[in-house]
Structure formats: C-alpha cells, structure tokens
C-alpha cells in the first residue's frame, strides 16, 4: 500500500509532463482535466485546450496546489465546490472562457487567494459574497465581460487588494461605497465601462491610489452628479491614465468631448 501511495504522488499523466512539483499539461488538447496528476503538484497548467466543465472532486486530492491555469478553454460552467480543497492556492486563472455566472460560494475556501483572473468572459452578474473570504486578494481582474451591476458590498473585505479592473463591461453606473474598503488600492481601471457618471465620494477612500482609468465611457456633463468626478479629476490630474501616459483630459463629456475636468 506504501508503494502505491508513493506512485500516486510522482506519477504523471501521459498527456503531461512533469518536473519537480509543476505539472504542465496545456496545450495538449485536452477535453478534461487528466486523472493522475501527482498530488504533490504545486503548479498546474492546464491552459489553452477545450476543457468544458472540469468535474465535481478533479482537484479534490490536489491539497498542496498553489497555482492553477485554466486560461484559455471552453469553461461554461463551474460546479459548486469545486476548488474547496485547493486552501494552499494563491493564484488562479479562469480568464478567456465561457462562463456565464458563477456558483455561489465557489471561491470560499481560497482564503490564501492573491490573484483573481476572471477576465475575457461572459459574465452578467455575480452573486453577492462572491470574494468576501478572499481576504488576502491584491489583484482581481473582471474586466472584459458583459456585467451590468457590482452588488453593494462586493469588494467589502478585500482590504488588501491593490490592483482592480473592471474595465471593457457595461456597468453604466457605480453604487455609493463600492470602493469604501479598498484602502490599499493603488490601479482601479475603469474605461470603457459605459459609465455616464460616479456616485458623489466614489473615490475618497482611496488613499493610497496611483493610477485610475476613466476614457471611453459616455460621461454625461448635463447632470451636476458629474461636479463630484470633475473636481475629483482636477484634484488628482496625476493619476489619471490613458495609453500608458498621464493624461486628465483623457475622461471626456459625452458628445462634447470636452474634458470633464472642464466642467463647472
């Protein structure tokens, strides 16, 4: 039984290869997450093939995995529970799939979590509590999907994360606090987000921010909500970017195309 135990853990898949505690298996057009991957691995890479829906209990025996890509697959759909033994996981990748939604509680037991990829989807919505044990996340990434709404408390707990995009979605508007948390927050992209205006104080909690995107949405200059955003603009010109340069004119009215730092 010892010896058997011994295979199980450096082993490895036909379709894969092997080395140390890194098992990579991408590229191998693969339709399914392969039986057999050593239990010992620490990185997993099963990026660019055509997984569909990795079965409930895949990674079950995968204890000590500290990364995992599944980028670049066919993903339309997550079973609950599917990565509650992953609790060693700092670094996830689900970006460039399908999925649609997400299951509840499906992040809950990545409370070692520092990276989030869940961009290039097709998410609408997300259900509520979705990061709340994330409490150790500094980077999430939501940007290209099709959500349309960021539930109020979404990003409550997540007082360590420095880096947020949810650029490239349809967001069209902000609720009031929805940043209050994220006091270490230093990237928060925001461009192309059809958004018309920010809440007024969507921002003043952000004490530590250096970079923040906010071209290419339809600013709407006719509503004095927007005096909150331009005087914001005017008062932190440095931190806002567009391109890779400086650039606080980058935020323009909608069918003016006037700077929204302009207005008064």
């Given at each position: ?40 691995a ?26 995992l ?45 520092k ?23 500094k ?17 409550d ?12 979605n349809?967001l ?35 004490t ?44 323009v ?12």
């Amino acid at each position: 039984a010892f010896g058997a135990l011994v295979q199980s853990a450096v082993a490895c898949p036909a379709q894969c290869s092997c080395s140390g505690t890194q098992v990579d298996c991408d590229r191998r057009s693969l339709a399914s997450v392969p039986a057999g991957i050593p239990t010992n691995a620490q990185i997993l890479q099963l990026q660019v093939n055509q997984i569909t829906k990795p079965e409930p209990g895949v990674f079950d025996s995968l204890v000590n995995l500290q990364q995992l890509h599944l980028e670049s697959n066919r993903i339309g759909l997550l079973p609950g529970g599917v990565f509650d033994k992953l609790t060693q996981l700092t670094y996830l990748s689900l970006r460039d799939n399908q999925l649609t939604a997400l299951p509840e509680g499906v992040f809950d037991r990545l409370v070692n979590l520092k990276e989030l990829r869940l961009y290039s989807n097709q998410l609408t919505a997300l259900p509520a509590g979705l990061f709340d044990r994330l409490v150790n996340l500094k980077i999430l990434r939501l940007d290209y999907n099709k959500l349309q709404e960021i539930p109020p408390t979404l990003f409550d707990r997540l007082t360590q994360l420095t880096i947020l995009e949810l650029d490239n979605n349809q967001l069209k508007s902000l609720l009031p606090g929805i940043f209050d948390k994220l006091g270490k927050l230093t990237h928060l992209d925001l461009h192309k987000s059809q958004l018309t205006t920010v809440p007024k104080g969507a921002f003043d909690s952000l004490t530590k921010l250096q970079y923040i995107w906010l071209h290419t949405n339809p600013w709407d200059c006719a509503c004095t909500d927007i005096l909150y955003l331009s005087t914001w603009i005017g008062q932190n010109s440095g931190k806002v970017f567009k391109d890779g340069v400086n650039n606080p004119d980058s935020a323009v009215c909608s069918g003016t195309n006037t700077p929204v730092r302009a207005v008064t």
